[in-house]
């Protein structure tokens, strides 16, 4: 059906940067909606950005900071990450869905392994 293979997790310092990409494979026709979400040691999943056709959606912990995006072929989704700080240490998803929903985990139907961010001071 449809496969999506995260990328670009690594350490950084608090204030640095990072760019996660996800990339998308099968029929990738049928998705409408791709996100992140991430979730830390003994925390729930948490939705952290998504991006509907191409009108963008954030959590408000990472308004300002973070910014989500697709490339043409619309079977990649990128999220640059900037003025990162510890809370943002977590492991982060991509999901995708044939839905219109964005921030709801159990709504989507595909997951990526997971990529893991963690920011040190």
């Known amino acids: 059906q449809v496969q999506l293979v995260e990328s670009g997790g690594g350490l950084v310092q608090a204030g640095g940067s990072l760019r996660l990409s996800c990339a998308a494979s099968?029929?990738?026709?049928?998705?409408?909606?791709m996100g992140w979400f991430r979730q830390a040691p003994g925390k729930e999943r948490e939705f952290v950005a998504g991006i509907r056709w191409n009108s963008p959606y954030y959590a408000d912990s990472v308004k300002g900071r973070f910014t989500i995006s697709r490339d043409n072929a619309k079977n990649t989704v990128y999220l640059q990450m900037n003025s990162l700080n510890l809370e943002d240490t977590a492991v982060y998803f991509c999901?995708?869905?044939?839905?219109?929903?964005?921030?709801?985990?159990?709504?989507?139907?595909?997951w990526g392994q997971g990529t893991q961010v963690t920011v040190s001071s």
């Open positions: 999901a995708a869905n044939n839905d219109l929903s964005v921030k709801i985990p159990s709504r989507y139907d595909y």
């Open positions: 099968g029929r990738t026709d049928s998705i409408s909606t």
